[in-house]
């Protein structure tokens, strides 16, 4: 990549994750933002005029998508339905990166994409994000740095997009938020340094708020939350039902936060411990944030020749930055 390359992007998906992408756009003056494919494009026409907005159709086609001028196009769906359906379809056409964050579906998924994207020579990064993503590399290093250690990962109190944007897909649900809590015994038992062997329900409980639509079941709602495999199963849940109103001012604080511990021994039996935090007033914009530099890096990547699905765990971190190597090593290092 060189100091006049361009990063053309397209965003497909305009909710939270999207318009975050959107607005990191302004922080990375090497990209350029070509369209946004969207199902809502009157909408979304109006609330980012300066853009050109094509209406993806629903299901999402991209047939008619490939005349755009695009190096990677940034998927911004749910990682319930939207992202396991157009993932492998739009890697046809295009470089991608996507922010999957249902952990247990991602060995699966990458495998496809990767099958998808070789076929077609296209780079797939997927499951980008803080976690997986960014937390995914920490706790990488800390096992190889520290072998033997045990990685714990706690998350909030803060917004899941990808658990909210599960709920809200439910039939009857006219506009939904989650929230991650940990649960503060297991946090302190951590923090000891115990190194306990903790289930996700052991660690976290889950907290929702949920407008019914009209003549909606809260009842039948709010058990299907709790039933949903993959997101609340195994977890204590709270289900509450709001007024938009209300929803309307939760969703004004989209904050999250979380760190990563791991604890171990080096050498002669010497306690070692690494540590790596992150807190987000807005979750959707740090989604974006991240998901913009795994662009600059699938780009890199494409541009090297290589095909494939790839993690953030593959990606070297020279690719994120827009820095020259020199500028790296001599302020960075």
């Given amino acids: 990549m060189t100091e006049t390359d361009t990063v053309k992007v397209a965003i497909v998906g305009y909710g939270n994750v999207g318009r975050g992408v959107h607005a990191a756009m302004a922080w990375n003056p090497d990209m350029s933002l070509v369209g946004i494919i969207t199902r809502r494009p009157e909408q979304v026409r109006k609330e980012a005029p300066d853009v050109a907005v094509h209406d993806a159709g629903s299901p999402v086609r991209v047939d008619w998508a490939t ?29 991608t990166v996507d922010s999957l964050d249902t952990a ?34 920490e706790r990488a290093l800390a096992d190889a740095f520290v072998p033997g250690s045990k990685a714990h990962t706690f998350w909030g109190p803060g917004v899941s997009q990808g658990h909210t944007n599960a709920v809200r ?12 809590i940990p649960i503060d015994e297991a946090v302190q038992r951590v923090r000891a340094d115990e190194n306990p062997d903790l289930a996700g329900g052991e660690k976290h409980w889950r907290d929702c708020y949920v407008v019914a639509g009209p003549g909606a079941d809260p009842e039948k709602i709010a058990r299907e939350i709790r039933t949903m495999r993959d997101f609340f199963v195994g977890y204590d849940t709270k289900v509450t ?17 979380g760190f990563v511990r791991s604890c171990g021994t080096t050498g002669q039996g010497n306690r070692a411990l690494i540590e ?36 953030m765990l593959d990606v070297p971190p020279a690719y994120f930055s827009a820095r020259s190597r020199q500028e790296l090593l001599g302020e960075l290092m």
Avoid at 241 to 257: G, K, N, W
């Fill in 169 to 180: 897909q439910i039939e009857g649900v006219q506009d939904a938020i989650q929230y991650t």
């Fill in 276 to 311: 790596h935090r992150c807190d987000w007033e807005s979750n959707p914009e740090a989604t974006g944030s991240i998901l913009t530099a795994c662009a600059r890096a699938a780009y890199r990547f494409s541009k090297e020749g290589r095909s494939g699905a790839f993690t």
């Fill in 104 to 137: 247990l579906r991602v060995p699966e998924y990458c495998a496809q994409m990767d099958r998808a994207a070789k076929a077609h020579g296209n780079v797939a990064i997927c499951a980008a994000g803080w976690d997986p993503g960014f937390f995914s590399i």
């Fill in 67 to 95: 005349e755009l001028p695009v190096d990677v196009a940034i998927l911004c769906g749910g990682s319930k339905s939207d992202l396991p359906e157009q993932g492998p379809r739009f890697v046809e056409h295009f470089n």
């Fill in 241 to 257: 039902f709001v007024s938009q109103d209300e929803m309307d001012e939760r969703r004004a604080r989209m904050a999250h936060c």
